[in-house]
């Protein structure tokens, strides 16, 4: 590795954790023992206390421009912490600075794309999911003791065709990435997905069918 000079980003949720350290001192320590195994120094460290929702991340910013007139690596402890949007991940890959996770230190540009792409899935299907269970409980408030089963039925559904949108935005990216990679038929994008360890929205396993269904709705969203 040619670069030598390393400036770690470390992120905890809370402003209560920032200052207790909660999750602070593993980031740290992980990064330190990746550090130390490439031969690397340490200049600079930098902490971000804020909601893994928000792109807009001043220390993060920071760091990124340090690195550039230092040239210096970005290091961080677990991908996860920079992989919430595909948008950002995008970004960051543009802004020119190198960075690496300590316990992903020769995952590439796609990976860092799909995990992007996982996360920001995941991300969504877990508003989805309050936004229904929230209006559930209030239908049954409303209608307590009086089930309606053609409303339910209905909810059911919208609740499936959403999960079903934000999974397939959250794979466009990736399903992008692939054809570009020279996978442009169902089949040897359904193998791709299949290598790169990406499971279906159910967690099954790929088929060309299920790649032209996936590719349907994605052109669906952005018709």
Same mark, same amino acid.
């Given at each position: ?18 200052? /207790? ?24 460290? +930098? ?9 807009? +991340?001043?220390?993060?910013?920071? &760091?990124?421009?340090?690195? +550039? ?20 991940? /995008? ?38 999911? @309050? ?6 409980? !209030?239908? +049954? ?27 397939? !935005? ?9 054809? &570009?990679?020279?996978? @442009? /038929?169902?089949? /040897? ?10 499971? @279906? ?23």
């Amino acid at each position: 590795m040619a670069t030598s000079s390393f400036i770690a980003y470390y992120r905890v949720s809370t402003t209560s954790q920032g200052q /207790s350290g909660l999750g602070l001192d593993a980031q740290r320590a992980a990064v330190q023992a990746y550090v130390q195994s490439v031969g690397g120094t340490l200049i600079a460290e +930098r902490r971000e206390v804020e909601s893994g929702a928000i792109d807009e +991340r001043a220390e993060l910013k920071a &760091a990124l421009k340090q690195c +550039r007139s230092e040239k210096a690596m970005l290091v961080i402890a677990k991908l996860d912490r920079l992989a919430r949007s595909v948008h950002f991940i /995008s970004e960051l890959l543009r802004s020119g600075v190198e960075f690496v996770a300590a316990d992903m230190p020769h995952a590439n540009k796609l990976t860092i794309h799909i995990i992007a792409a996982v996360a920001e899935y995941e991300r969504e299907v877990i508003a989805q999911r @309050t936004k229904a269970s929230l209006a559930a409980a !209030k239908a +049954r408030g409303v209608r307590l003791g009086n089930p309606n089963a053609a409303n339910q039925s209905k909810m059911a559904s919208d609740k499936t065709r959403e999960q079903a949108d934000a999974f397939a !935005k959250g794979i466009k990216t990736v399903m992008q990435a692939l054809h &570009a990679q020279g996978a @442009t /038929s169902y089949s /040897s994008l359904a193998k791709s997905l299949e290598a790169h360890g990406v499971g @279906t929205q159910r967690g099954g396993r790929w088929t060309a069918a299920g790649v032209r269904n996936i590719l349907l709705r994605i052109n669906a969203l952005t018709t």
